[in-house]
């Protein structure tokens, strides 16, 4: 499968991912930039002035590629943006209240069996149809149950935090997160018994689905 030689701008903030993504890209014949925040992408886009950009959600300090994606559409709307990350939508990584622009592609890593699906999907999203390509729309996502808020404070839980520690973070009442999570442990269809945790369950199926969150 051959390409045209376009070039694509890789944000990622993992040295060893973006290095390999790099190596396979180049294979594939695009010519490829990289850069390990939003700000460094801000340079690349008019440095670098690629045809697409593939981007994480989580990105670091400062803004999300979920911010950086939205910049992009709006400010270089030629420029196609393809997400590949853990998280299976922005809720999942904590990003609240920014959906993925219309027209983005995105993919989990852990369902990328082969450079030629990157390359599929970089074509269609390049091609403004990249809609057999978002993974966070599918159906058998393991948290679509849950409100960008549940998976928020779910977010939290599996950081370890208590019920008062995130009450104490989000700026309001214990009581409401116990709400909360009494919500979340229903839509996931937990059910309390003797020999396990609710709280551990919800953890592990976040974990499962998402991956380790970083330490609060």
């Given at each position: 499968?051959?390409?045209?030689?376009?070039?694509?701008?890789?944000?990622?903030?993992?040295?060893?991912?973006?290095?390999?993504?790099?190596?396979?890209?180049?294979?594939?014949?695009?010519?490829?930039?990289?850069?390990?925040?939003?700000?460094?992408?801000?340079?690349?886009?008019?440095?670098?002035?690629?045809?697409?950009?593939?981007?994480?959600?989580?990105?670091?300090?400062?803004?999300?590629?979920?911010?950086?994606?939205?910049?992009i559409?709006?400010?270089?709307?030629?420029?196609?943006?393809?997400f590949?990350?853990?998280?299976?939508?922005?809720?999942?990584?904590?990003?609240?209240?920014?959906?993925?622009?219309?027209?983005?592609?995105?993919?989990?890593?852990?369902?990328?069996?082969?450079?030629?699906?990157?390359?599929?999907?970089?074509?269609?999203?390049?091609?403004?149809?990249?809609?057999?390509?978002?993974?966070?729309?599918?159906?058998?996502?393991?948290?679509?149950?849950?409100?960008?808020?549940?998976q928020?404070?779910?977010?939290?839980?599996?950081?370890?935090l208590?019920?008062?520690?995130?009450?104490?973070?989000?700026?309001?009442?214990?009581?409401?997160?116990?709400?909360?999570?009494?919500?979340?442990?229903?839509?996931?269809?937990?059910?309390?018994?003797?020999?396990?945790?609710?709280?551990?369950?919800?953890?592990?199926?976040?974990?499962?689905?998402?991956?380790?969150?970083?330490?609060?």
């Open positions: 499968m051959k390409f045209e030689r376009r070039r694509l701008l890789v944000v990622e903030d993992e040295p060893l991912t973006s290095a390999l993504l790099r190596d396979v890209l180049e294979g594939y014949g695009f010519e490829v930039e990289s850069a390990a925040s939003a700000s460094e992408a801000r340079k690349a886009l008019d440095a670098f002035d690629p045809d697409a950009a593939l981007l994480d959600i989580m990105l670091g300090d400062g803004p999300t590629g979920v911010a950086l994606a939205h910049l559409t709006r400010e270089y709307p030629a420029v196609a943006v393809l590949l990350t853990r998280y299976a939508d922005p809720a999942s990584a904590g990003v609240t209240g920014d959906d993925i622009p219309e027209g983005s592609g995105f993919l989990l890593k852990d369902k990328i069996t082969d450079g030629a699906y990157l390359m599929d999907a970089l074509e269609a999203t390049l091609g403004d149809r990249p809609r057999d390509y978002r993974h966070d729309l599918a159906l058998n996502h393991p948290l679509r149950h849950l409100t960008p808020n549940q928020a404070v779910l977010r939290m839980i599996s950081q370890g208590t019920n008062a520690a995130i009450a104490q973070r989000r700026g309001t009442s214990e009581s409401a997160v116990e709400q909360v999570v009494a919500s979340i442990f229903r839509n996931l269809g937990l059910e309390a018994n003797r020999d396990t945790n609710l709280r551990v369950q919800a953890a592990r199926l976040y974990i499962a689905a998402v991956g380790l969150p970083k330490e609060p």
